[in-house]
């Protein structure tokens, strides 16, 4: 039998673990943040916001993005303000993925499984 404190560290870590979730659009799934208006009003005429949301990089790579609509598909100058305002959130709130995410935890660090069968 685990020890009653240790039981009840295990619930309250539980308890606290979910992170809290970004405030987002409803329509478009966009996190609501500094910007994100410019980027609804400039970036879901031609394709559905989750193509964008789905992606993700560092600034160059949605500058580079940017460049390629721009010039393959249609997609209107910005300016200048816009677009680094659209750069700005695309980076911070669709960012590198390994920066966005914390590295697995190693299995010592994990809690005892409750589920794995008593000895047999
Ligand atoms: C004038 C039309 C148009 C606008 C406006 C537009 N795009 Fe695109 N975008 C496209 C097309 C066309 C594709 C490729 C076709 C597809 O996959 O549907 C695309 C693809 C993408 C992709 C997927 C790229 C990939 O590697 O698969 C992302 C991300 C993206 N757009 C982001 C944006 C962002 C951010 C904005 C606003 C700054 C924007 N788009 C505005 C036309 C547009």
């Given at each position: 039998?685990?020890?009653p404190i240790?039981?009840?560290?295990?619930?309250?870590?539980?308890?606290v673990?979910?992170v809290l979730a970004?405030?987002?659009?409803p329509?478009?799934?966009f996190?609501?943040?500094?910007?994100?208006?410019?980027?609804?009003n400039?970036?879901?005429?031609?394709?559905?916001a989750s193509?964008?949301t789905?992606?993700?990089?560092?600034?160059?790579?949605?500058?580079s993005?940017?460049?390629?609509?721009?010039?393959t598909?249609?997609l209107w100058?910005?300016?200048?303000s816009?677009?680094n305002?659209?750069l700005?959130?695309l980076?911070s709130?669709?960012?590198?993925?390994?920066?966005t995410?914390r590295?697995?935890?190693?299995?010592?660090q994990?809690?005892?499984?409750?589920?794995?069968?008593?000895?047999?």
């Amino acid at each position: 039998m685990a020890h009653p404190i240790a039981v009840s560290l295990l619930v309250l870590g539980l308890s606290v673990t979910p992170v809290l979730a970004a405030e987002q659009d409803p329509n478009t799934g966009f996190v609501i943040a500094p910007g994100w208006e410019i980027v609804r009003n400039n970036c879901i005429a031609c394709h559905s916001a989750s193509l964008v949301t789905q992606n993700s990089g560092d600034r160059a790579h949605w500058l580079s993005l940017i460049r390629w609509m721009q010039e393959t598909q249609g997609l209107w100058q910005l300016d200048d303000s816009s677009e680094n305002t659209i750069l700005e959130y695309l980076s911070s709130y669709y960012g590198p993925k390994e920066g966005t995410r914390r590295p697995a935890l190693r299995a010592d660090q994990l809690p005892p499984n409750p589920y794995r069968p008593s000895k047999t």
